[in-house]
């Protein structure tokens, strides 16, 4: 097992990659590894045949910040996994996977998202959790035209315009529980070198009629699905939003696209506008967490816990609530509504709230509550606690995580 460690290992990635995954994924590689501002090459794992030199089995850590409400959460994400078809079946992605693990303790992640294939990474501790891939359809011809120009213009995104890139996504963002943190840096990469890879895109900006940009939306090249994916947009006024939903028309029409698909958060002002004019939903898939260290993650939105707490019956509580994972348990210590400690206290017995170890993320992450939990799984339970207090530690959140690259 190596990582990268020289621009030739990239080259000799981007070549295994591309043979598995097609289409783009070399460049990917390749532009990820020496051009994202966050990647760093010793994140990229792979097995070598001693035999042949040959690259046989591969897969990486990409480096994401995600926003928990009025904290941040380091991100790891598991990307282009990967084994060539001969050398399958034979745990080389658990013994790349066990690796990869150590890099999440030791760069201190809170947690790690992949947008894997169905099933299989349930078997290294992760479990569908935020919403991937949604499908708002939008059909061609329930777009009405306008009555005449309404003056608005549209132009592709440049350089130049990455500080007003950053502002609009932060302040669309800020409608969400959870998002993932785009800085400047990840807006100049997305502009600059995504396009040249799987993940081309192109950013559009909503020009008012004086010529200033107001809005953007971004149109994915490739993606699922054989509709116009538009997979970004801040936040739009309603007659911003109409003509930008005109303009994905006249491209889809242009492009041959039969329909235009919003993968975005469903409460977006564009889907809300979208839903009015005949939207439907289709489905979607979802990111799959792991959390590598639960005490540490607890610690780190510590501040959001206490800032529900506050909010609730239970301002000002002292109490320890812990929280029983069945393999190990987290007993957080409360005084006057401050988190004092959380101890990690091993296989224990005891706990108010047990839950099976992969279904503590979609509860901490406010994908699921704890009684949709309950409800499906009988090894949620509760002794003893208010089911309140939980649901207070715990609510649902709402989430959207845009891409970094
Ligand atoms: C999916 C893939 C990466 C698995 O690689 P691999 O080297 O065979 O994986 P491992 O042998 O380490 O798998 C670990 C376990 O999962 C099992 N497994 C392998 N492929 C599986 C699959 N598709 N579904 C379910 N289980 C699978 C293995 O048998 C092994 O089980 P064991 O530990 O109980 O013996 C490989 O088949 C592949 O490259 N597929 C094409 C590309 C792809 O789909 N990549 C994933 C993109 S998210």
Not at 84 to 94: A, K, M, S, T, V
Not at 306 to 315: D, K, N, P, T, V
Not at 363 to 378: C, K, Q, T
Request: aromatic share 12%.
């Amino acid at each position: 097992m190596k990582s990268v460690a020289s621009a030739e290992d990239a080259e000799r990635l981007g070549a295994f990659n591309e043979a598995i995954h097609g289409d783009g994924t070399d460049a990917m590689t390749r532009e990820l590894i020496l051009h994202h501002p966050h990647t760093r090459p010793e994140h990229w794992l792979y097995v070598e045949d001693d035999a042949s030199g040959q690259v046989v089995s591969s897969l990486c850590l990409i480096p994401w910040t995600w926003r928990y409400g009025s904290v941040t959460l380091r991100a790891g994400e598991m990307g282009i996994v990967g084994t060539l078809e001969p050398y399958r079946h034979r745990g080389l992605i658990r013994a790349l996977d066990g690796r990869f693990k150590e890099l999440l303790r030791d760069g201190g992640y809170h947690l790690s998202h992949i947008q894997g294939i169905p099933y299989y990474y349930r078997q290294f501790g992760y479990e569908y959790t935020l919403p991937l891939e949604v499908e708002w359809n939008l059909d061609l011809y329930r777009i009405p035209d306008a009555e005449h120009d309404t003056g608005w213009r549209f132009r592709q995104a440049t350089l130049d315009d990455v500080p007003l890139l950053a502002r609009l996504y932060d302040d669309a963002m800020a409608d969400l529980d959870i998002s993932a943190v785009r800085d400047a840096d990840t807006w100049r990469f997305l502009l600059e070198h995504s396009p040249k890879t799987a993940m081309a895109s192109e950013t559009w900006l909503l020009l008012e009629p004086g010529g200033q940009p107001v809005a953007y939306f971004i149109i994915e090249l490739g993606g699922f699905g054989v509709g116009l994916n538009v997979n970004g947009a801040s936040r739009v006024r309603f007659d911003q939003g109409q003509a930008i939903l005109r303009q994905l028309k006249a491209l889809a029409v242009e492009r041959g696209k039969p329909f235009v698909r919003l993968n975005l958060h469903d409460q977006s002002t564009l889907v809300q506008l979208a839903r009015e004019w005949g939207a439907y939903s289709d489905g979607g898939y979802a990111w799959q967490i792991y959390l590598p260290d639960v005490a540490a993650l607890l610690r780190q939105i510590g501040p959001v816990l206490e800032q529900r707490l506050a909010h609730s019956i239970f301002a000002g509580l002292t109490d320890s609530v812990t929280i029983n994972l069945y393999r190990a348990a987290f007993r957080m210590q409360f005084e006057g509504g401050q988190l004092k400690a959380v101890e990690a206290l091993g296989r224990v017995e005891t706990g108010g709230l047990h839950l099976p170890p992969t279904l503590f993320a979609p509860l901490v992450l406010g994908y699921r509550s704890r009684e949709e939990l309950h409800a499906n799984y009988p090894d949620v339970s509760m002794w003893g606690y208010s089911g309140l207090l939980i649901d207070t530690l715990f609510p649902r959140m709402e989430s959207f995580i845009h891409m970094i690259y």
